[in-house]
Protein backbone atom coordinates (compact mmCIF):
# COMPACT_ATOMS: atom_id res chain seq x y z
CA UNK A 1 0.00 0.00 0.00
CA UNK A 2 1.48 3.34 -1.10
CA UNK A 3 1.76 6.26 1.31
CA UNK A 4 -1.60 8.09 0.28
CA UNK A 5 -3.75 9.49 2.99
CA UNK A 6 -5.68 6.30 4.64
CA UNK A 7 -9.04 6.67 6.86
CA UNK A 8 -9.99 3.54 8.93
CA UNK A 9 -13.69 3.76 9.38
CA UNK A 10 -14.59 1.39 12.55
CA UNK A 11 -18.14 0.21 11.65
CA UNK A 12 -17.72 0.21 7.67
CA UNK A 13 -20.70 -2.29 7.45
CA UNK A 14 -23.58 -0.27 9.61
CA UNK A 15 -26.01 2.12 8.27
CA UNK A 16 -23.81 5.36 9.04
CA UNK A 17 -20.51 3.93 8.62
CA UNK A 18 -20.84 2.54 4.89
CA UNK A 19 -22.19 6.15 3.65
CA UNK A 20 -19.30 7.68 5.75
CA UNK A 21 -16.88 5.48 3.50
CA UNK A 22 -18.71 6.33 0.19
CA UNK A 23 -18.19 10.16 0.67
CA UNK A 24 -14.77 9.76 2.14
CA UNK A 25 -13.81 7.93 -1.16
CA UNK A 26 -15.69 10.55 -2.96
CA UNK A 27 -13.26 12.96 -1.29
CA UNK A 28 -9.89 10.90 -2.19
CA UNK A 29 -9.51 8.88 0.47
CA UNK A 30 -8.14 5.51 0.30
CA UNK A 31 -9.75 3.18 3.59
CA UNK A 32 -9.29 0.40 6.00
CA UNK A 33 -13.18 -0.76 6.21
CA UNK A 34 -13.72 -2.31 9.73
CA UNK A 35 -16.37 -4.97 10.17
CA UNK A 36 -17.62 -7.73 12.51
CA UNK A 37 -20.08 -9.94 11.38
CA UNK A 38 -21.40 -8.40 7.88
CA UNK A 39 -18.36 -9.94 5.33
CA UNK A 40 -20.35 -9.79 2.88
CA UNK A 41 -22.00 -6.47 2.94
CA UNK A 42 -18.41 -4.93 3.45
CA UNK A 43 -16.97 -6.68 0.55
CA UNK A 44 -19.75 -5.74 -1.99
CA UNK A 45 -18.96 -2.28 -0.29
CA UNK A 46 -15.57 -2.32 -1.34
CA UNK A 47 -15.78 -3.75 -4.71
CA UNK A 48 -18.03 -0.70 -5.85
CA UNK A 49 -15.26 1.28 -3.92
CA UNK A 50 -12.90 -0.38 -6.33
CA UNK A 51 -14.91 -0.03 -9.41
CA UNK A 52 -15.59 3.39 -8.98
CA UNK A 53 -12.26 5.13 -7.59
CA UNK A 54 -9.58 2.56 -8.99
CA UNK A 55 -6.66 5.09 -8.28
CA UNK A 56 -7.30 4.64 -4.51
CA UNK A 57 -7.03 1.53 -2.21
CA UNK A 58 -9.82 -0.18 0.00
CA UNK A 59 -8.75 -2.85 2.77
CA UNK A 60 -11.61 -4.96 4.43
CA UNK A 61 -10.26 -5.72 8.33
CA UNK A 62 -11.93 -7.81 11.02
CA UNK A 63 -12.07 -7.18 14.52
CA UNK A 64 -14.87 -8.39 16.91
CA UNK A 65 -14.89 -4.93 19.35
CA UNK A 66 -17.12 -6.90 21.71
CA UNK A 67 -13.72 -8.88 23.42
CA UNK A 68 -10.82 -8.26 24.98
CA UNK A 69 -7.54 -7.77 22.96
CA UNK A 70 -9.67 -6.76 19.57
CA UNK A 71 -7.78 -3.17 19.56
CA UNK A 72 -4.34 -4.82 19.21
CA UNK A 73 -5.72 -7.33 16.30
CA UNK A 74 -6.80 -4.40 14.30
CA UNK A 75 -3.85 -2.02 14.82
CA UNK A 76 -1.45 -4.78 13.70
CA UNK A 77 -3.50 -4.61 10.26
CA UNK A 78 -3.15 -0.70 9.49
CA UNK A 79 -0.09 0.50 8.02
CA UNK A 80 0.01 4.48 7.06
CA UNK A 81 -3.29 6.18 8.88
CA UNK A 82 -4.32 9.98 9.23
CA UNK A 83 -7.59 9.46 10.03
CA UNK A 84 -9.87 7.10 11.96
CA UNK A 85 -13.58 7.72 12.35
CA UNK A 86 -15.13 5.73 15.06
CA UNK A 87 -18.80 4.83 13.58
CA UNK A 88 -19.01 0.99 15.01
CA UNK A 89 -21.78 0.37 17.99
CA UNK A 90 -24.23 -1.75 19.35
CA UNK A 91 -27.75 -0.64 21.15
CA UNK A 92 -29.41 -1.87 24.14
CA UNK A 93 -32.45 -1.08 24.60
CA UNK A 94 -33.76 -2.26 28.46
CA UNK A 95 -34.35 -0.92 31.99
CA UNK A 96 -31.02 -0.26 33.56
CA UNK A 97 -32.43 -3.34 36.19
CA UNK A 98 -32.70 -5.77 33.13
CA UNK A 99 -29.54 -4.65 31.76
CA UNK A 100 -27.17 -7.83 32.32
CA UNK A 101 -23.03 -7.14 33.67
CA UNK A 102 -22.15 -8.92 29.82
CA UNK A 103 -24.58 -5.80 28.46
CA UNK A 104 -22.67 -3.43 30.29
CA UNK A 105 -19.33 -5.14 29.11
CA UNK A 106 -19.93 -5.48 25.92
CA UNK A 107 -21.59 -1.83 25.55
CA UNK A 108 -17.64 -0.66 27.26
CA UNK A 109 -15.70 -2.11 25.36
CA UNK A 110 -17.41 -2.05 21.73
CA UNK A 111 -17.77 1.78 22.28
CA UNK A 112 -15.01 3.27 24.56
CA UNK A 113 -12.27 0.60 26.25
CA UNK A 114 -11.31 -1.00 22.54
CA UNK A 115 -11.67 2.57 20.11
CA UNK A 116 -9.50 3.87 23.05
CA UNK A 117 -6.61 1.36 23.21
CA UNK A 118 -6.77 1.73 19.52
CA UNK A 119 -6.35 4.95 19.18
CA UNK A 120 -3.58 4.62 21.73
CA UNK A 121 -1.85 1.56 19.39
CA UNK A 122 -2.15 3.76 16.09
CA UNK A 123 -1.54 7.48 17.36
CA UNK A 124 2.28 7.49 16.65
CA UNK A 125 0.81 6.60 12.88
CA UNK A 126 -0.95 9.63 13.08
CA UNK A 127 1.86 11.41 14.74
CA UNK A 128 3.64 11.08 11.52
CA UNK A 129 1.02 13.30 9.52
CA UNK A 130 1.24 17.40 10.17
CA UNK A 131 -2.60 17.25 10.75
CA UNK A 132 -4.45 13.90 11.95
CA UNK A 133 -8.06 13.37 12.45
CA UNK A 134 -10.48 11.05 14.81
CA UNK A 135 -13.76 11.46 14.68
CA UNK A 136 -16.17 9.77 16.89
CA UNK A 137 -19.49 9.02 15.85
CA UNK A 138 -21.75 9.56 19.59
CA UNK A 139 -25.31 10.18 20.26
CA UNK A 140 -27.43 12.28 21.09
CA UNK A 141 -28.34 10.40 24.56
CA UNK A 142 -24.77 10.82 25.09
CA UNK A 143 -25.64 14.57 25.64
CA UNK A 144 -29.39 14.32 26.57
CA UNK A 145 -29.54 10.40 28.26
CA UNK A 146 -32.82 8.49 27.41
CA UNK A 147 -34.77 6.24 29.95
CA UNK A 148 -34.56 2.91 28.60
CA UNK A 149 -30.74 2.92 27.19
CA UNK A 150 -29.18 3.92 30.51
CA UNK A 151 -25.96 2.43 29.84
CA UNK A 152 -25.78 3.06 26.37
CA UNK A 153 -26.40 7.10 27.05
CA UNK A 154 -23.33 6.37 29.75
CA UNK A 155 -20.92 5.24 27.06
CA UNK A 156 -21.61 7.71 25.03
CA UNK A 157 -21.30 10.11 27.40
CA UNK A 158 -18.16 8.36 27.75
CA UNK A 159 -17.39 8.85 24.34
CA UNK A 160 -17.73 12.51 24.56
CA UNK A 161 -15.40 13.12 27.13
CA UNK A 162 -12.92 11.04 25.95
CA UNK A 163 -13.00 13.25 23.11
CA UNK A 164 -12.72 16.67 24.73
CA UNK A 165 -9.89 15.47 26.95
CA UNK A 166 -7.81 13.78 24.49
CA UNK A 167 -8.24 16.55 22.03
CA UNK A 168 -6.16 18.52 24.36
CA UNK A 169 -3.63 15.71 24.76
CA UNK A 170 -3.28 15.22 21.40
CA UNK A 171 -3.28 18.78 20.14
CA UNK A 172 0.37 19.14 19.89
CA UNK A 173 0.81 16.21 17.88
CA UNK A 174 -1.39 18.01 15.45
CA UNK A 175 -4.21 15.84 16.27
CA UNK A 176 -7.71 17.40 15.89
CA UNK A 177 -10.15 15.06 17.72
CA UNK A 178 -13.49 15.99 17.39
CA UNK A 179 -17.62 14.29 17.58
CA UNK A 180 -20.76 14.28 15.79
CA UNK A 181 -23.62 13.43 18.17
CA UNK A 182 -26.16 12.52 15.77
CA UNK A 183 -30.07 12.49 16.95
CA UNK A 184 -32.65 10.08 14.92
CA UNK A 185 -30.88 8.96 11.82
CA UNK A 186 -33.02 6.78 9.07
CA UNK A 187 -31.27 3.72 9.39
CA UNK A 188 -31.98 -0.08 9.34
CA UNK A 189 -31.75 0.00 12.87
CA UNK A 190 -34.72 2.97 13.65
CA UNK A 191 -36.86 1.08 10.70
CA UNK A 192 -37.66 -1.42 13.15
CA UNK A 193 -39.66 1.09 15.25
CA UNK A 194 -43.64 1.26 14.46
CA UNK A 195 -45.31 4.07 12.80
CA UNK A 196 -47.10 5.38 15.88
CA UNK A 197 -43.27 5.66 17.87
CA UNK A 198 -41.79 7.00 15.00
CA UNK A 199 -44.88 9.98 14.92
CA UNK A 200 -43.89 10.50 18.82
CA UNK A 201 -40.53 11.39 17.68
CA UNK A 202 -41.21 13.37 15.25
CA UNK A 203 -43.95 15.44 17.42
CA UNK A 204 -40.56 16.31 19.51
CA UNK A 205 -38.57 17.10 16.54
CA UNK A 206 -38.64 20.91 15.88
CA UNK A 207 -37.81 20.54 12.17
CA UNK A 208 -40.31 17.40 12.12
CA UNK A 209 -38.00 15.36 10.03
CA UNK A 210 -35.76 12.62 10.82
CA UNK A 211 -31.84 13.09 9.73
CA UNK A 212 -30.21 11.06 7.28
CA UNK A 213 -26.90 9.13 6.70
CA UNK A 214 -25.72 11.18 4.51
CA UNK A 215 -26.24 14.51 6.44
CA UNK A 216 -23.64 12.88 8.78
CA UNK A 217 -20.89 11.39 6.38
CA UNK A 218 -21.00 15.49 5.05
CA UNK A 219 -20.08 16.43 8.27
CA UNK A 220 -17.33 13.71 8.88
CA UNK A 221 -16.15 14.96 5.63
CA UNK A 222 -16.34 18.12 6.13
CA UNK A 223 -14.12 17.52 9.51
CA UNK A 224 -11.57 15.78 7.78
CA UNK A 225 -11.32 18.41 4.62
CA UNK A 226 -8.84 20.51 6.01
CA UNK A 227 -11.72 23.19 6.39
CA UNK A 228 -12.07 22.45 10.02
CA UNK A 229 -8.80 22.51 11.19
CA UNK A 230 -9.07 24.54 14.05
CA UNK A 231 -11.52 23.07 15.89
CA UNK A 232 -11.05 20.34 18.27
CA UNK A 233 -12.31 18.65 21.20
CA UNK A 234 -15.84 19.94 20.02
CA UNK A 235 -19.22 17.69 19.78
CA UNK A 236 -21.41 18.54 16.90
CA UNK A 237 -25.03 18.01 17.30
CA UNK A 238 -27.24 17.06 14.11
CA UNK A 239 -30.75 16.15 15.70
CA UNK A 240 -33.15 18.66 13.81
CA UNK A 241 -33.04 20.75 16.90
CA UNK A 242 -34.52 17.78 19.09
CA UNK A 243 -31.63 18.71 21.76
CA UNK A 244 -30.05 21.79 22.22
Known amino acids: ?26 AGWSLY ?11 V ?9 PDQQFRSVQADFRVAEAAEKLAASILSIQAIVVANGQAVVKLLSDTSEMDMLELWQVHMQNPARL ?11 EVSYITFIGSIWGSAGAAGEVMYSAVKGAQHAFVKAY ?26 FTAEERQ ?14 QEIANMVEF ?4 KADYM ?3 IIQINGGWYI
Open 1 to 26: MNQSRFALVLGASGGIGEVICKQLAE
Open 200 to 213: MVLDQIPLLSVGTP
Open 167 to 192: AKEAAYSGIRVNAIAPGWIDTRMNQE
Open 45 to 53: LRTELEETY
Open 223 to 226: MLSG
Open 33 to 43: LHYNTRKHQVD
Open 232 to 234: TGE
Open 119 to 129: IALLSEKLRKH
